[in-house]
């Protein structure tokens, strides 16, 4: 069964540096999505992809981060310099439609 | 109000029971409902989404959507110990540059004993 799949799945940096974290979301799906879920805390909407465009954000995502999807298979997001409240678990989703979502297994970001 | 509420639980139950997890939500705009299972430190797992008002059943798991009380609810009947994990409702609004934005609850923790 397709899956949607997340690299790395740990990434520890120093505050202040940029990470890129990878996704592959599945292969047919038209809309693509970051979340993220800070330890404790609920899941919550960062992003979503359309059409080779940003179709909505939310106010986490401000201009720190940004995501692109340079190829046909790849979807990435970029955070710019990192703060320590960054550190959070980011997950990539992927849809062929808009009525549900298909998660990867995470990036566990760790900002020392 | 939060959009989406959701009991966070723990909610500790014997193997074999019949469990019931809920959440209520605020937000009329939301138009699929979803239930997903999350382990620890892994993404959300979906276990079943529906749409309109009524009962969704697949296996051991029937998924209730009542819009007009604003109140969704998942059962899980004969439980087992692999049900141990923490489960996220999700709900679903349309966005007008296309594609949907899922809105979850806390989630509930479940722990299915011997």
């Known amino acids: 069964e397709p899956e949607v799949t997340q690299t790395p799945s740990h990434q520890v940096t120093q505050m202040g540096q940029e990470v890129i974290l990878r996704c592959v979301p599945i292969s047919n799906h038209l809309y693509f999505y970051w979340y993220r879920q800070i330890l404790g805390q609920k899941v919550e909407f960062l992003v979503s992809f359309y059409n080779n465009e940003i179709s909505e954000k939310s106010e986490i995502f401000d201009d720190q981060f940004s995501v692109e999807r340079p190829d046909g298979s790849n979807f990435t997001l970029k955070i710019r310099s990192t703060k320590l409240e960054d550190s959070a678990m980011y997950f990539c989703a992927s849809t062929t439609n808009t009525d549900t979502q298909y998660f990867g297994p995470g990036t566990r970001l760790t900002v020392l | 109000q939060k959009e989406v509420e959701q009991d966070p639980g723990p909610l500790s139950v014997p193997e074999g029971a019949i469990v019931s997890l809920n959440c209520t939500y605020s937000n009329s705009a939301f138009q699929y409902f979803m239930w997903y299972r999350q382990y620890s430190r892994k993404g959300p797992e979906l276990l079943m989404y529906?749409?309109?008002?009524g009962n969704k059943e697949d296996g051991r798991f029937t998924a209730q959507v009542d819009k007009s009380s604003k109140y969704i609810s998942l059962f899980i009947r004969d439980s087992q110990p692999s049900d141990s994990a923490t489960y996220l409702c999700a709900m679903s609004a349309l966005l007008t540059g296309g594609g949907n934005k899922l809105t979850f609850g806390t989630g509930t923790q479940l722990k299915v004993e011997l």
């Open positions: 529906t749409y309109s008002s």
